[in-house]
């Protein structure tokens, strides 16, 4: 049967689940999402959804790993270039690059 997951409490990690969900789309699972990401939203993918390959794929730098040269560049007044974790990344860390620029 379908398959719906509902969250009880605040969902803390929302950025993280919309990545999940986009990587999903992007292999042809479609997820519905009832309520507000920030609080406490339902999941639910029908039965019918099946996983396709893409074909290719880009993977998304690990923004969290990142923030560590980022911190260093800043202390140091030095620069670093991060490459594969833009600023439209879904990933919460990303916003420690935007308040170190």
Same mark, same amino acid.
């Given at each position: 049967g379908d398959v719906t997951i509902s969250i009880k409490d605040e969902l803390i990690s929302a950025p993280y689940v919309a990545l999940t969900i986009g990587l #999903? %789309? %992007?292999?042809? =699972?479609? =997820?519905?999402?009832?309520?507000? #990401?920030d609080k406490t939203p339902s999941f %639910? +993918?029908?039965? $019918?959804? %099946?996983?396709? $390959?893409? @074909? $290719? +794929?880009?993977v998304e730098g690990d923004a969290s790993s990142a923030s560590y040269f980022i911190a260093g560049a800043a202390?140091?007044?030095g620069t670093v270039t991060v490459?594969?974790?833009? $600023? @439209?990344s879904v990933q919460g860390d990303v916003a420690f690059a935007n308040v170190m620029e």
């Open positions: #999903m %789309k %992007k292999f042809g =699972v479609t =997820v519905g999402i009832e309520g507000d #990401m %639910k +993918i029908a039965e $019918s959804e %099946k996983y396709q $390959s893409p @074909e $290719s +794929i880009l202390i140091t007044g490459r594969g974790c833009g $600023s @439209e």
